[in-house]
C-alpha cells in the first residue's frame, strides 16, 4: 500500500511564496516520476512541474521561473518551491507519484496524494 502524504499549502499575497512538500510512504520499491499537478475552479486538472529521478524537471509554461521541483530520492520526498504566486496560481494542488512496488512486478502505477489548497490573494 502506497500513501503520499502533503503539506504545505495555505494563502498568501500575490508575490508571495510557499513550499509544497510530498512524501511517499509504503510499499515503494522504486519510484520513477514524481510531480504537481493542479486543480482550480472551472478548469481541467494540469500538470505543474514533474521531476524524473534523474532529470531536472518539466514545468507547465506558465510556471516557468517561478517554481521550482527538488527531489530528495533517498527520502521519496519531493518539494515544489511556489515564488512570485500570482492569483491564477490558485487551486488544489495533488501530488503524483508513478511507483513500481514489488521487486518481482515491473510495473509502474501512478499514486496521488490528498491534495492540498494554495490560495493567492490579489
Known amino acids: 500500500q502506497v500513501q503520499l502524504g502533503e503539506s504545505g499549502g495555505g494563502l498568501v499575497q500575490t508575490g508571495g511564496s510557499l513550499r509544497l512538500s510530498c512524501t511517499a510512504s509504503g510499499s515503494s520499491f522504486n519510484i520513477n ?3 504537481w499537478y493542479r486543480l482550480a475552479q472551472w ?3 494540469e500538470l505543474v512541474a514533474t521531476s524524473r529521478r534523474r532529470n ?3 514545468y ?4 516557468k521561473g517561478r517554481f521550482t521541483i527538488s527531489r530528495d530520492n533517498a527520502k521519496n520526498t519531493v518539494a515544489l518551491q511556489m515564488n512570485s504566486l500570482k492569483p491564477e ?4 494542488y ?3 507519484a508513478n511507483i513500481r512496488t514489488k521487486s518481482w512486478d515491473p510495473t509502474y502505477n501512478d499514486y496521488w496524494g490528498q ?4 490560495t493567492v490573494s490579489s
Not at 496560481?89 to 488544489?92: F, I, L, P
Open 89 to 92: 496560481d490558485t487551486g488544489v
Open 94 to 96: 495533488y501530488c503524483n
Open 43 to 45: 478548469k481541467q486538472r
Open 33 to 35: 516520476t514524481m510531480g
Open 60 to 63: 507547465a509554461d506558465s510556471v
Open 115 to 118: 491534495g492540498t489548497q494554495v
Open 56 to 58: 531536472s524537471g518539466n
